[in-house]
């Protein structure tokens, strides 16, 4: 069976790839990075190392690459013979893509293919296979969506596992922490018959969404901005800190609270659950930098993101979220001189009220919620200059 992969970084080829390689799938890393995919062409195969005290290491072969930006048609070729299409390069990076997975799919209609095809978006985001579907479907016909209605499938998906920001001399290496969880959203396949082992199907997607979101996400964000605030540049530092533990605790027991709230999770294997989250993120073999895991901060405070949109529906059910509120005021004096988002979250906060900084990057209409944000915020930065 053959997959083409966009992404060929470290979370593309420690996760996705050493899944797929697993089940005997040819993969195809798709990326404009030019050593990744001349090292992939050169070797056809790599190396994941587990991020714990055995250290094992696995190999994952029946690999190749193409650049995109150099060689697109390739791509398109390889859409065409494809057996499954999967995703791992950043939510701000799917609309780049859909020009050409939709030319893959005209590509298979044109030649009369009639097996289905599933595109799998596997990125920390809600719904990421179906707003990549959306963008796909703006650059096809009317007679190429009907062709893909009836043949592409963009089940949603949700992936947790953690890989850190890492340099070797083998540009292909790359450590992985031993957890990982990939779930699909089996009613929105086209292939059901294609499943893969090691990967969960759920007749509803979207509990286990934002069981990821609002825990993992959320907690490895607040770590990261409670740690950078603290004056830590690392996450395996910074939760050693009695200060900065004890936020992610208080942030976790907010969301937990909402996800059994509202999707019924019962509460001793969701603390559980937690417990095993804040266990990962304090593994010796797994530090990762705070400026990587906080980066992007003005996405991250976005309206259905994973701070401002539990802390709404916290609102909506008369639940606690006081602690995520003052994770996000931290969150406004984030200055991170190589992330772009920080820097223009700087300027914005210069140039700008904070109240219209905040509503501009919340999204936020509930006059009473900015006026809590913009609170928090207010005294973050007092205390921080401080």
């Known amino acids: 069976m053959k997959d083409v992969h966009f992404g060929a970084g470290n979370i593309g080829r420690g996760f996705i790839g050493e899944t797929l390689a697993a089940n005997g799938f040819e993969i195809t890393f798709v990326d404009v990075n030019e050593q990744i995919i001349d090292a992939l062409n050169d070797k056809g195969i790599y190396t994941i190392e587990l991020a714990d005290e055995s250290h094992k290491k696995i190999q994952v072969s029946n690999v190749r690459g193409i650049n995109n930006g150099q060689d697109p048609k390739a791509v398109i070729e390889a859409i065409k013979e494809a057996d499954l299409v999967t995703t791992a390069i950043g939510p701000k990076i799917l609309k780049f893509i859909a020009p050409l997975i939709a030319d893959g799919i005209k590509a298979r209609q044109e030649t009369g293919k009639n097996a289905k095809l599933d595109v799998i978006a596997c990125e920390n985001m809600i719904g990421g296979s179906q707003s990549l579907k959306k963008d796909v479907y703006s650059h096809l016909d009317t007679e ?23 340099k070797h001399e083998d540009p292909l290496f790359v450590s992985v922490e031993p957890f ?70 208080k942030v976790l027991k907010e969301t937990g609270d ?50 401002i949109r539990p802390i709404r529906e916290a609102k909506e059910r008369g639940l606690s979220y006081t602690a995520l509120l003052e994770t996000v005021g931290m969150i406004y004096t984030f200055d991170e001189p190589k ?40 005294k973050a930065a007092k205390e921080y200059q401080v």
């Open 144 to 166: 190429s969506q009907k062709y893909a209605d009836e043949y592409i499938g963009f089940p949603n998906a949700a992936v947790d596992r953690i890989v850190p920001l890492q």
């Open 180 to 249: 990982k969880e990939w779930v699909v959203d089996e009613h929105q396949m086209a292939n059901p018959d294609l499943k893969l082992t090691s990967v969960e199907y759920a007749p509803d997607l979207q509990p286990y969404i934002e069981r990821k979101l609002f825990s993992v996400n959320t907690g490895h964000a607040t770590v990261a901005y409670t740690g950078k605030y603290r004056g830590y540049e690392d996450i395996g530092s910074a939760i050693k800190d009695t200060a900065v533990l004890t936020q992610l605790k």
């Open 258 to 307: 909402l996800l059994i709230n509202k999707w019924g999770f019962e509460r001793d294997k969701h603390e559980a659950y937690q417990q095993k989250i804040i266990g990962r993120f304090q593994n010796p073999y797994l530090s990762d930098d705070i400026a990587r895991v906080g980066r992007t901060p003005i996405r991250k405070l976005g309206f259905d993101e994973r701070f």
């Open 339 to 378: 992330d772009d988002e920080s820097q223009k979250l700087q300027k914005l906060l210069k140039e700008h009220s904070l109240v219209n900084v905040v509503q501009e990057t919340t999204g936020l209409k509930d006059e009473g919620l900015v006026q809590e944000v913009v609170a928090s915020a207010k």
